[in-house]
């Protein structure tokens, strides 16, 4: 089975988060090109973003001045979101629709759109100024 060796490092940055979020690319392409299951442990990973190493950052004390942020919410929302584009891919992989796995993995649609949105959110935080000040809600959201 493979994904058994992919071990989650502890991410300090945006650059690690997306080394993570590629080395997650590439364990899928890995086992749809080796006609290989995913492990339990990889597909329990990819079912539970909350359990991921990115998420983890995400709510760390590396990203508390980010937080509020319009890149952070972003970044939150599109790791979800990828999360749910990697387990349509691991379901095809682990019940043998290997070719359909790859399409989808190909596609640049929706598959691509949501890793490339979600590695740019990654990126974006990393730009994101910590001194700026949290944007503070409208009055006139707060009163609907």
């Known amino acids: 089975m493979l994904a058994d060796t992919y071990i989650a490092k502890t991410i300090e940055c945006a650059q690690d988060a997306i080394a993570s979020h590629v080395r997650w690319k590439i364990a899928l392409m890995l086992a749809v090109r080796l006609r290989e299951p995913l492990s339990p442990r990889a597909t329990q990973s990819l079912q539970?973003?909350?359990?991921?190493?990115?998420?983890?950052?995400?709510?760390?004390?590396?990203?508390?001045?980010?937080?509020?942020?319009?890149?952070?919410s972003a970044a939150l929302e599109l790791h979800q979101a990828f999360h749910g584009q990697m387990q349509c891919v691991a379901e095809l992989i682990n019940s043998g629709q290997y070719e359909r796995a790859e399409q989808i993995l190909n596609a640049p649609e929706p598959f691509q759109s949501a890793s490339i949105a979600l590695a740019n959110a990654i990126m974006a935080l990393d730009r994101v100024d910590p001194k700026r000040p949290a944007p503070h809600p409208s009055p006139l959201k707060e009163m609907v």
């Open 48 to 72: 539970r973003p909350e359990e991921c190493s990115i998420h983890k950052w995400l709510l760390s004390d590396r990203t508390l001045s980010l937080r509020g942020t319009a890149e952070y």
